[in-house]
């Protein structure tokens, strides 16, 4: 457990010095968006510093570094994207925090950014433990583990690829998406974003201190449903879609991918 600490010791250090980097690249261009972009990006060199750290079974450390760069890469690549393809806008949650953190908003966000370096550290204790795992030769774990990932990824890049071809198409601008994954859940990447994360604990399980890992699903699962996530994304549609959200939201599931169901008119899916 000693081990564990100190290797999530040296990481928090990593994150947090990366963070005041980024913090210092979003107060130059004012936009603090791009702490989504660092976020996801930061679990790439933490998984590479507990692989190169860790004294665990090469190809148990190696597997789960690959899987954790692979995921990070395309995750932070896609939110750049999104993120400096409105800029110099920012999204609307910093904006709100902006003007609720005025006139000291730079600094407030220091401390914002910061606290998102150690949430990353939180979310990397699953990369800690498999480098630390002596143990020799990949199990039963580590293969379920690594196919949950497998899945995630796969769903959670289809679901933003089909998002992101909806919205280029002019004559569906100011519409809801209800394409491919979605016509089955209204947040299907975050679905398969928490199945990513359900694939990672699983694929520790059985090492040494693995259970730990489980708090990781657990508390993406909260963030997704209850704050951060889909509450937010909700209220935001309802104040641009109206009454086609809200028949959106009676006909689909919210999170779990499911068979779409009928309105309370008994006139199916709504429109797209």
């Known amino acids: 457990m000693t081990t564990l600490l100190l290797l999530l010791g040296a990481g928090l250090g990593l994150a947090l010095l990366l963070m ?5 690249v979003a107060v130059r261009i004012g936009n603090a968006g791009i702490v989504d972009v660092a976020w996801a990006a930061s679990f790439l060199p933490l998984a590479w510093l507990y692989a190169l750290a860790g004294g665990g079974d090469a190809g148990r450390r190696w597997l789960m570094t690959a899987m954790a760069s692979v995921w990070s890469l395309r995750l932070s690549g896609y939110l750049y994207r999104r993120v400096m393809g409105h800029h110099p806008v920012e999204d609307t949650r910093y904006q709100d925090l902006r003007q609720r953190w005025a006139p000291h908003a730079d600094r407030r966000f220091f401390w914002f950014f910061q606290a998102q370096a150690a ?7 699953p990369f800690a433990i498999a480098a630390l795992d ?19 990824l796969a769903g959670e890049s289809l679901a933003d690829a089909q998002l992101a071809r909806f919205k280029a198409d002019p004559a569906k601008a100011g519409r809801t998406c209800q394409a491919g994954l979605w016509r089955y859940s209204r947040h299907p990447n975050y679905f398969f974003e928490w199945v990513v994360w359900v694939g990672y604990a699983t694929f520790v399980l059985a ?41 959106y939201q009676r006909t689909t599931s919210a999170f779990v991918p499911w068979f779409p169901g009928r309105d309370a008119d008994g006139s199916g899916r709504s429109a797209r």
Do not use: H, K
Not at 20 to 24: C, E, F, K, Q
Not at 119 to 125: D, E, I, Q, T
Not at 134 to 152: F, Q, S, V
């Open 207 to 247: 090492s040494p201190w693995g259970w730990l890992a489980l708090a990781c699903p657990a508390a993406m699962l909260y963030l997704l449903l209850r704050v951060t996530g889909i509450p937010a994304l909700e209220q935001a549609a309802l104040r641009r879609r109206g009454d086609e959200y809200r028949r």
């Open 119 to 125: 949430a990353a550290v939180f979310f990397s204790l």
């Open 134 to 152: 002596a143990r020799p030769g990949l199990g039963t774990a580590e293969w379920a583990g690594a196919a949950l990932w497998l899945i995630g």
């Open 20 to 24: 005041a980097l980024v913090w210092r």
